[in-house]
């Protein structure tokens, strides 16, 4: 079966970095979008970053454009999503995604982030 899992959250100061992975497994990594999302307490949950087959095209929130970059390793089917000058507003719930894949959106448990002095 599909199965998404994150690692790699954590408390860090603010300015920080974090680099959050997401080892997939029971699809063709290699074939699918792969996305990350976040929700913080009390707000919806928002895209923050796409990656597409092969890595060729990559979009941003605009609230983490030039601080946080998606990558992909498709040999170990894994996404990544390095997190630099972190800032106490990206403190929230983040969850890697795919899908649809035969209608299905699938997504990992989530792992928590929180940016604090």
């Known amino acids: 079966q599909v199965q998404l899992v994150e690692s790699g959250g954590g408390l860090v100061q603010p300015g920080g970095s974090l680099r959050l992975a997401c080892a997939t497994s029971g699809f063709t990594f290699s074939g699918r979008t792969m996305r990350w999302y976040r929700q913080a307490p009390g707000k919806e949950r928002e895209l923050v970053a796409t990656i597409s087959i092969f890595g060729s095209t990559t979009n941003y929130a605009d609230s983490v454009k030039g601080r946080f970059t998606i990558s992909r390793d498709d040999a170990k089917k894994t996404v990544y999503l390095q997190m630099n000058s972190l800032k106490p507003e990206d403190t929230a719930v983040y969850y890697c995604?795919?899908?649809?894949?035969?209608?299905?959106?699938?997504w990992g448990q989530g792992i928590q982030v929180t940016v604090s002095s």
């Open positions: 995604n795919t899908g649809p894949i035969t209608g299905v959106n699938y």
